[in-house]
T-cell receptor, first 114, second 113 residues
Framework: GAVVSQHPSRVICKSGTSVKIECRSL??????MFWYRQFPKQSLMLMAT?????????EQGVEKDKFLINHASLTLSTLTVTSAHPEDSSFYIC??????????FGSGTRLTVV | SQQGEEDPQALSIQEGENATMNCSYK?????LQWYRQNSGRGLVHLIL?????REKHSGRLRVTLDTSKKSSSLLITASRAADTASYFC?????????????FGTGTRLQVTL
């Protein structure tokens, strides 16, 4: 139980375009999901906390207008990287808060902006 | 930044040896968790230790927590090549309505045959 599915696993996009990443909780309802960014050989940095039915809470330094988060249902949160640039290339990981299990992570999305 | 520090940054051992990783953090915590990440993949939860616990075991894993020193250690005994991965500690502070995970810098473990 407590599985989080993240798609796509890899995406390559052109500079200036937008990319949407989905994070689904498959067998539980997740009122809270988290989005992280990870650079090569570095740790995970929390970008934002996504709450179902309300606005996301962004960490300091994260651009709200660039990283749009939507948590429209109890099983789906999406992260849209708008007007992507090469410096947005990174590994993005979502996680969901699951009552008894703690935190369950998606398998991550490797974004490459060319 | 509230991010914790882990040491060593990288550790290379032979199969069968024990691996010890250390984590230090900066704030008071509710609990501390250890995660494993294979290259380019998501994180797998290994073990959770609460702030009122000092030691916990799970299979070949042993975790200690010293809240007075704000530090934790993860010991993997009798390591295997399949243990090769990055290991992260993460602390949880209850902040308002959502408990956020704050990750340490990670230790890259390489287990060779």
């Amino acid at each position: 139980g407590a599985v989080v599915s993240q798609h796509p696993s890899r995406v390559i996009c052109k500079s200036g375009t937008s990319v949407k990443i989905e994070c689904r909780s498959l067998d539980f309802q997740a009122t809270t999901m988290f989005w992280y960014r990870q650079f090569p050989k570095q740790s995970l940095m929390l970008m934002a906390t996504s709450n179902e039915g309300s606005k996301a809470t962004y960490e300091q330094g994260v651009e709200k207008d660039k990283f749009l988060i939507n948590h429209a249902s109890l099983t789906l949160s999406t992260l849209t990287v708008t007007s992507a640039h090469p410096e947005d290339s990174s590994f993005y990981i979502c996680s969901a808060l699951y009552r008894d299990y703690g935190y369950t992570f998606g398998s991550g999305t490797r974004l490459t902006v060319v | 930044s509230q991010q914790g520090e882990e040491d060593p940054q990288a550790l290379s051992i032979q199969e069968g040896e024990n691996a010890t990783m250390n984590c230090s953090y900066k704030t008071s915590i509710n609990n501390l968790q250890w995660y494993r990440q294979n290259s380019g993949r998501g994180l797998v939860h290994l073990i959770l230790i609460r702030s009122n616990e000092r030691e916990k075991h799970s299979g070949r894993l042993r975790v200690t927590l010293d809240t007075s020193k704000k530090s934790s250690s993860l010991l993997i005994t009798a390591s295997r090549a399949a243990d090769t991965a990055s290991y992260f500690c993460a602390t949880v502070r209850n902040t308002g309505t959502a408990s956020k995970l704050t990750f340490g810098t990670g230790t890259r473990l390489q287990v060779t045959l």
